[in-house]
């Protein structure tokens, strides 16, 4: 009986760390490592990349400024921060196809950091 008790304890307790670890997203950081995108990622209408200010909520390929990769136009994603984090990733695991010259981010850490720095870019 201790027994049990103890270990549904545990498994709270570790539930609860989980939780923390993954809202302790850094959007400072993320907004730093946002630099690299920006290269390509501007508000410039000759830009590599779409324009990433309030992507949150947005559907892929919608912005009428951008032509957009056809794998991009049949992804039909609602960019949230879980589409995000995956895109961000591995984008050609999240959207086969996609024109994006980018591998991914090697640190899912990061990515939460990017993502949560992307929920402030408005």
Not at 13 to 18: N, Q
Not at 48 to 61: Q, T
Not at 87 to 96: E, F, H, T, W
Request: proline share 4%; net charge positive.
């Amino acid at each position: 009986m201790k027994v049990t008790v103890m270990l549904r304890a545990g498994a709270v307790l570790c539930l609860g760390f989980a939780s923390v670890g993954a809202m302790a997203a850094d959007a400072s950081h993320g907004k730093e490592l946002f630099l690299t995108c920006a290269a390509c990622h501007t508000e410039k209408p000759d830009a590599i990349g779409p324009n990433l200010r309030g992507i949150f909520g947005r559907k892929s390929a919608t912005l009428d400024d951008f032509r957009y990769s056809n794998a991009m136009k049949r992804a039909n994603l609602v960019w949230d921060a879980a589409n995000l984090h995956d895109y961000l990733i591995d984008p050609q695991s999240k959207v086969k196809g996609n024109r994006m010259p980018f591998g991914g981010v090697g640190n899912p850490s990061e990515a939460d950091d990017i993502v949560a720095f992307l929920q402030t870019y408005k």
